[in-house]
């Protein structure tokens, strides 16, 4: 693989090698199991694939988080050089070469803009949307693989593409989990011992809501979420929201729901002192 930080010699390599579909996995590094799937998916579909590893500053409206987001460069080329191929590229920018001066770019992303994440993390995805459109003109990828576990991120991107014209193709991949059921997060590792301990407990209460489904109203289904979450000590309940999977409006009621449609239940949970998320698939039977 080849380890490249700057934007023309990125693009000089891609025109050399002139191999086609390019893949493209977008990270902030701290890579684990989850990145390393896309990874391979990436690589299963295109003979060239490059790995971004930039944190994105203006998605942290926390600048705390940004201070604190885990980086570990060297373990990360380290874990990509068992997977990728000769020709691959691992892009590792500086901040100054993705935004030579302020972005100022402002998006709308409709609903998206409106609910879960972007409610509690304001500015967040018009972050996503600046850096990831940069990227996807720096590196002008056929394809680019991204994770389920970011349900509403996955949802920005693919009205970012509509937008913008990109011809793009966005791949959704499944979520990756560790063995107990927790998603898997560059996040986990800043978990307090008896935090992660008890994490896991996050994947089996949205499991056990969308069993619920069948036989109980929505409003029943979040009782049941808080009441799990909060029984734990120091861990919150955010949100836990049913959406469709489109624009992620939430459905109060289960008679709003249309058999045979997709519907996600998102929840995000104040572990301690990290901020975790995750998802799954709930429909009518």
């Not at 010699?9 to 390393?36: D, I, N, R």
């Not at 920005?156 to 193709?169: F, H």
């Not at 836990?240 to 939430?250: A, C, G, N, R, S």
């Amino acid at each position: 693989m080849k380890v490249i930080s700057t934007i023309n010699e990125l693009q000089s390599t891609l025109k050399s090698l002139s191999l086609s579909p390019v893949g493209f996995v977008p990270t902030m590094g701290a890579l684990h199991e989850g990145h390393l799937s896309l990874v391979r998916t990436a690589a299963e579909q295109s003979p060239v694939v490059v790995v971004s590893i930039f944190v994105n500053p203006t998605q942290f409206n926390d600048k705390n988080d940004l201070k604190n987001y885990p980086r570990d460069i060297a373990k990360d080329l380290g874990l990509l050089k068992n997977i990728l191929r000769e020709n691959d590229i691992v892009f590792t920018p500086s901040v100054e070469e993705i935004y030579p001066v302020e972005d100022k770019r402002v998006f709308s992303f409709g609903n998206l803009d409106l609910v879960m994440e972007a409610k509690h993390r304001p500015g967040h995805f018009n972050g996503v949307g600046q850096v990831v459109s940069r990227l996807f003109d720096i590196v002008k990828p056929d394809l680019a693989i991204f994770g389920l576990k970011d349900f509403q991120q996955l949802a920005v991107i693919k009205e970012l593409v509509r937008q913008t014209g990109d011809k793009v193709k966005i791949i959704p991949h499944p979520i990756i989990r560790e063995k107990d059921g927790l998603a898997m997060s560059s996040r986990n590792m800043l978990l307090e011992p008896e935090i992660r301990m008890n994490a896991p407990l996050i994947y089996k209460t949205i499991k056990q809501a969308s069993l619920m489904i069948r036989e109980n109203d929505i409003p029943e289904i979040q009782l049941m979420v808080k009441r799990n979450i909060e029984n734990l000590e120091n861990f919150e309940l955010i949100y836990f929201e049913i959406v469709d999977d489109t624009e992620l409006k939430p459905v109060e009621n289960r008679a709003e729901m249309i058999a045979g449609e997709k519907y996600y239940g998102c929840i995000a949970v104040k572990a301690g002192k990290i901020r975790l998320i995750d998802n799954i698939e709930i429909g009518l039977v």
